[in-house]
């Protein structure tokens, strides 16, 4: 793909700055740490790790629902038939696929306070496969940005015909 040659403005803003990229630290973070929780917890068997990795899931994806609901904004705020559209559709369908295996793994962990032998290994590869799907949809998010300038705003340079204004 070429990249984009006028910068195209993020419909979520504040104080000038994207939101979604801002709010997507936290979840990811807390996704990344319940893996290995996850997996220290089923090396050592210690009901602490399982625990904890159940904690970061569930925070996890608290902190999800204001980084998608301003991805969405943004997402729809693209202009109809612009590259970007095609990469950022892929960026939400890894993304929501990762946060349903996130809660897939939650569930799987929930009512649990140790790993119980029907379902710790499910619920750790939940998690993980969470977490590799995850990086797919950061990668194809910092393709929307690096390569289409979606969200990036260059002083006296004029937004694409169509985009939201900055």
Not at 24 to 49: I, K, Y
Not at 80 to 89: C, D, I, M
Not at 120 to 138: E, Q
Request: with cysteine.
């Amino acid at each position: 793909m070429a990249p984009m040659s006028t910068p195209s403005p993020s419909g979520a803003r504040l104080l000038g700055h994207p939101l979604h990229p801002a709010l997507v630290h936290l979840p990811v973070g807390l996704f990344l740490g319940a893996a290995v929780w996850d997996c220290l917890g089923l090396a050592l068997a210690e009901p602490s790790w399982w625990w904890l990795a159940r904690a970061c899931l569930g925070l996890g994806l608290v902190g999800l629902v204001p980084a998608a609901a301003t991805g969405l904004v943004d997402f729809l705020g693209l202009p109809a038939g612009q590259p970007a559209e095609k990469v950022a559709t892929r960026h939400m369908l890894w993304a929501m696929s990762a946060g349903g295996l996130f809660v897939a793994s939650l569930l799987l962990h929930r009512g649990a306070r140790t790993p119980t032998p029907a379902h710790p290994g499910w619920a750790t590869a939940a998690t993980l496969v969470g977490c590799a799907v995850l990086a797919v949809a950061g990668a194809l998010g910092g393709e929307l940005v690096y390569r289409h300038g979606v969200g990036v705003h260059r002083r006296g340079a004029q937004p694409a015909e169509g985009a939201p204004p900055p």
